[in-house]
């Protein structure tokens, strides 16, 4: 089985438009950024470097989605840690993050992990399912994560 990159970026998509919703109905100045499909492997690469999901006052949001279950408390994470990005990912990006928005597919509650935690975070070498390929991944702990009224009013400070 390989690994569809157009399912898989639509679905990406369709969560970051569900967090761009959300962060506008809160009073977020946010951008979604539109789908784009890379036309082949050089492409990718340009994706890779400059893709964005979310544009705000603040800089670019990450959005990720998880099949884990979670609700809107940070404390109340199921898990110890998180996988936030491959670090092939976040080292490539030109402009980085200054949060990831992860989203759970089950329940749509929305926890946020600040890249300004990067010092907490470690690589770990793991293998992914949906790509059938080991990768290093940045984790952190559940101590890092944020709610999503924190990162409104962060982003809500930034635009005055």
């Known amino acids: ?35 784009e499909f890379a036309r082949d492997v050089q492409d990718r690469e340009r994706f890779t470097l400059h893709e964005k999901d979310i544009v705000t006052a ?15 408390d940070p404390f109340d994470y199921p898990a110890s840690s998180l996988i ?11 402009r980085k993050p200054v949060a990831y928005c992860m989203v759970s597919q089950a329940t749509k509650a929305m926890l946020v992990v600040p890249v ?19 990768d290093d991944f940045l984790l ?12 409104v009013d962060w982003l809500k400070g930034k635009q005055r």
Request: proline fraction near 1%; hydrophobic fraction near 35%.
């Open 58 to 72: 603040a800089g670019v949001l990450e959005v990720k989605s998880s099949s884990r279950v979670f609700g809107d």
């Open 140 to 151: 952190a702990n559940k101590s890092v994560l944020r709610s999503f009224a924190e990162l």
């Open 1 to 35: 089985m390989t690994f569809d990159y157009r399912s898989s970026f639509e679905l990406g998509h369709k969560y970051s438009r569900l967090v761009t919703q959300r962060l506008q109905d809160c009073g977020v100045e946010a951008d979604l950024q539109p789908l």
């Open 84 to 94: 936030v990005d491959t670090l092939h990912g976040f080292n490539a990006k030109v």
């Open 116 to 134: 300004s935690s990067r010092h907490e975070w470690w690589v770990q070498n793991l293998y992914d399912r949906k790509r059938e390929i080991y």
